[in-house]
């Protein structure tokens, strides 16, 4: 299996802050990366496929980077709304493992 | 816009199979491009990617749960099942039915609301 490393798991900042959350796997999986945000009870978020496509109606503060093994998440002006935990998953090979996820706390 | 929506029972007792159903709306489980997935998270953990079906058929699963699983489904009435064999309580969690889009390189776009799922006697 890809082993998908997920770093810090917890993160604490203000509210417009710049943070980055990084994803690193086992092995390459190329561009194969996708972040999810998770808010408490409830199902997760997609916000960024292929590394670094935002999906439709996610705000361009979140950026995503990366190829091969290394992948930052990256949000610029922290809104109240962006604490929340996040999670990055490979798609690169079944099974698609995710990372541990990263809680953003205030 | 499509949606997915979990049910099954809310309580397992051990050794039991664990049966869950998700219905689909406002898309085809026929549909190529459409990975009909299995997602798991136990109370205060991480994601873990149980499987899928697609293709009219065809599925993949995690091997850490090893023959346990069964993902399948009824295209007659667009909705997919999973079932869980020999429950422990390690099996407990809230379990989500998500659409895993391979347009994008396998990502998980729909999410159902999730149902959790306790296995204890």
């Known amino acids: 299996d890809i082993q998908v490393t997920q770093f810090p798991s917890s993160l604490s900042a203000s509210v417009g802050d710049r943070v980055a959350i990084a994803c690193r796997a086992s092995?390459?999986?190329?561009?194969?990366l996708n972040w999810y945000q998770q808010k408490p009870g409830k199902a997760p978020k997609l916000l960024i496929t292929?590394?670094?496509n935002l999906q439709s109606e996610v705000p361009s503060r979140f950026g995503g980077s990366g190829s091969g093994t290394d992948f930052t998440l990256t949000i610029s002006g922290l809104q109240p709304e962006d604490f929340a935990t996040y999670y990055c998953?490979?798609?690169?090979?079944?099974?698609?493992?995710f990372g541990q996820g990263t809680k953003l706390q205030i | 816009q499509v949606q997915l929506q979990e049910s099954g029972p809310g309580l397992v007792k051990p050794s039991q199979t664990l049966s869950l159903t998700c219905a689909v709306s406002?898309?085809?489980?026929?549909?190529?491009?459409?990975?009909w997935t299995w997602i798991r998270q136990q109370p205060g953990k991480g994601l873990e990617w149980i499987g899928y079906?697609?293709?009219?058929?065809?599925?993949s699963h995690s091997p850490s749960l090893k023959s346990r699983v069964t993902i399948s489904a009824d295209t007659s009435k667009n909705q997919f099942s999973l079932r869980l064999n020999s429950a422990t309580a390690a099996d407990s969690a809230v379990y989500y039915c998500v659409r895993g889009l391979i347009l994008t390189g396998y990502s998980l776009d729909y999410w159902g609301q999730g149902t959790l799922v306790t296995v204890s006697s």
């Open positions: 092995q390459t999986i190329r561009n194969f």
């Open positions: 292929a590394a670094s």
């Open positions: 406002g898309a085809s489980l026929t549909s190529g491009d459409n990975y």
């Open positions: 998953q490979q798609s690169y090979f079944t099974p698609y493992t």
């Open positions: 079906i697609y293709d009219n058929g065809r599925t």
